[in-house]
Nanobody, 120 residues
Framework: QVQLVESGGGSVQPGGSLRLSCVASGSIFSTYAMGWFRQAPGKQRELVAQITSGRNTIYADSVKGRFTISTDNAKNTVYLQMNSLKPEDTAVYYC??????????????WGQGTQVTVSS
């Protein structure tokens, strides 16, 4: 069983930055892909970024060039650095893990979510 705990959410003005963290309950990054999803009220869940077990990164077009996903193996932590934030980035952000992260299936493991609010 993998446990994921997110932190780092908060409120920020448009153009600002936040870094989300997700601590995993063990050294899983060589086995599992890690993804960051988000869900805003009334909207479908969106896969915004993922990093595979082979360290390949993939981003949604809506965040490409602004968000960066990375891992720190020593800390069992995956990060989502979010720059140039926009009001439309407002959502609950979830960390997830599975052998493969796709939009077509729900990942096996989820964190509890952290709220990001971008507003002036």
């Amino acid at each position: 069983q993998v446990q994921l705990v997110e932190s780092g959410g908060g409120s920020v003005q448009p153009g600002g930055s936040l870094r989300l963290s997700c601590v995993a309950s063990g050294s899983i990054f060589s086995t599992y892909a890690m993804g960051w999803f988000r869900q805003a009220p009334g909207k479908q869940r969106e896969l915004v970024a993922q990093i595979t077990s082979g360290r390949n990164t993939i981003y949604a077009d809506s965040v490409k060039g602004r968000f960066t996903i990375s891992t720190d193996n020593a800390k069992n932590t995956v990060y989502l650095q979010m720059n140039s934030l926009k009001p439309e980035d407002t959502a609950v952000y979830y960390c997830a893990a599975d052998y493969r992260i796709t939009t077509a299936q729900t990942p096996r493991y989820w964190g509890q979510g952290t709220q990001v609010t971008v507003s002036s």
